[in-house]
T-cell receptor, first 111, second 114 residues
Framework: EDQVTQSPEALRLQEGESSSLNCSYTVSGLRGLFWYRQDPGKGPEFLFTLYSAGEEKEKERLKATLTKKESFLHITAPKPEDSATYLCAAGVYNQGGKLIFGQGTELSVKP | DAGVTQSPTHLIKTRGQHVTLRCSPISGHKSVSWYQQVLGQGPQFIFQ???????GRGNFPDRFSARQFPNYSSELNVNALLLGDSALYLCASSLGQALGDEQYFGPGTRLTVT
C-alpha cells in the first residue's frame, strides 16, 4: 500500500536554530514529491515539487531534497513567521492527480 | 490573478442532511481535485475531475459525489451526513492531468456535523 510518513510530528525551535523535517515514502512509482505549508484554518500553500533522486530546490530559508526513499525539508535560521504545519505528498504513476499526504510536521519557532 | 475559491467558508449541518460545497479553480486550470482533512491529519483524496470527467476516486463511500461544470468549476455533494464527516474540505486545481502537475489549494470549507 502506498504510504507517506512524516517525522517528527511536532518540532519546537528557537529563532535561528536550523533543523530538518523528514518525509519517508513507500509508493509503487513516484511521479513527484510535493511540499506544502499550511497555516491554521487555511488551505495548504504550495512550496516545492521534486521529481528525481538527487534533486534540490530552495526558497528563502527552505531547501528541499529528495532521495529514493525520503525527502528532507531543511530550514536554515528560522524565524517566528516560519511557524506552520509542513505537509509532504507523493504523486504516484497510474493514479492521475491523486496526492498521498503525510500527517504533517507542526513547526513552532520561538523568538 | 485570483487563486482557488471555495464557498461557503463555514457550514453547520445536522446528521442525515446533505451538503453541497463549491469550488472555482484558478483561471486556465482544467483539473479540480477534492480532499478531506480531519483535524491533526493530512488531506485525504476524494475525487479528481478533468475536462468534466471523473479521473480518480479515493476510498470514500457512495454518499460522496462530485461533478465539474463547463467552466471547470466543481461541486462536492455529501448525502446522509454523519458526525465523522466533520472536517475541512479542500479543493485544489491544476493546469491539467499531466504527470507532475502542481496542485494549488483553496482556503477550504469547514463542515461541522452535529
Amino acid at each position: 500500500e502506498d504510504q507517506v510518513t512524516q517525522s517528527p510530528e511536532a518540532l519546537r525551535l528557537q529563532e535561528g536554530e536550523s533543523s530538518s523535517l523528514n518525509c519517508s515514502y513507500t509508493v509503487s512509482g513516484l511521479r513527484g514529491l510535493f511540499w506544502y505549508r499550511q497555516d491554521p484554518g487555511k488551505g495548504p500553500e504550495f512550496l516545492f515539487t521534486l521529481y528525481s533522486a538527487g534533486e534540490e530546490k530552495e526558497k528563502e530559508r527552505l531547501k528541499a531534497t529528495l532521495t529514493k526513499k525520503e525527502s528532507f525539508l531543511h530550514i536554515t535560521a528560522p524565524k517566528p513567521e516560519d511557524s506552520a504545519t509542513y505537509l509532504c505528498a507523493a504523486g504516484v504513476y497510474n493514479q492521475g492527480g491523486k496526492l498521498i499526504f503525510g500527517q504533517g510536521t507542526e513547526l513552532s519557532v520561538k523568538p | 490573478d485570483a487563486g482557488v475559491t471555495q464557498s461557503p467558508t463555514h457550514l453547520i449541518k445536522t446528521r442525515g442532511q446533505h451538503v453541497t460545497l463549491r469550488c472555482s479553480p484558478i483561471s486556465g486550470h482544467k483539473s479540480v481535485s477534492w480532499y478531506q482533512q480531519v483535524l491533526g491529519q493530512g488531506p485525504q483524496f476524494i475525487f479528481q475531475y478533468y475536462e468534466k470527467e471523473e479521473r480518480g476516486r479515493g476510498n470514500f463511500p457512495d454518499r460522496f459525489s462530485a461533478r465539474q461544470f463547463p467552466n471547470y468549476s466543481s461541486e462536492l455533494n455529501v448525502n446522509a451526513l454523519l458526525l465523522g464527516d466533520s472536517a475541512l474540505y479542500l479543493c485544489a486545481s491544476s493546469l491539467g492531468q499531466a504527470l507532475g502537475d502542481e496542485q494549488y489549494f483553496g482556503p477550504g470549507t469547514r463542515l461541522t456535523v452535529t
